[in-house]
């Protein structure tokens, strides 16, 4: 069973960054695809990005393409997501999920173990 925790969120001026990582622990992250999802008030959990076990293969969602950047370090059990550029509309909790099947998803409710979520507001 692999726990999750993710950090790093906070409140930014639109045009900034953040970086987020997720710490996982309980199993290799190397056995997972990782991936972050975020969900704003009243909405549903949305894919944002994911990484293959070994980084080889990145994917976004077409609005953050250029903006955001998700990595991995196998070595510290960790992923992240370096956001630039941040928008209003990147506002609100991301989650980070890890999905044992052979290819990434921008589902859900496939993705097996999730952390806690850390916010990210975004400000004029």
């Known amino acids: 069973q692999v726990q999750l925790v993710e950090s790093g969120g906070g409140s930014v001026q639109a045009g900034g960054s953040l970086r987020l990582s997720c710490a996982a622990s309980g199993e290799p992250i190397n056995n997972y695809i990782m991936a972050w999802f975020r969900q704003a008030p009243g909405n549903e959990r949305e894919f944002v990005a994911a990484?293959?076990?070994?980084?080889?293969?990145?994917y976004y969602v077409d609005s953050v393409k250029g903006r955001f950047t998700i990595s991995r370090d196998n070595a510290k059990n960790t992923v992240y997501l370096q956001m630039n550029d941040l928008k209003f509309d990147d506002a609100g909790v991301y989650f980070c999920?890890?999905?044992?099947?052979?290819?990434?998803?921008?589902?859900?409710?496939?993705?097996?173990?999730w952390g806690q979520g850390t916010e990210v507001t975004v400000s004029s």
């Open positions: 990484i293959t076990r070994r980084g080889g293969a990145t």
């Open positions: 999920g890890a999905d044992s099947a052979l290819t990434y998803n921008m589902y859900a409710r496939e993705y097996k173990y």
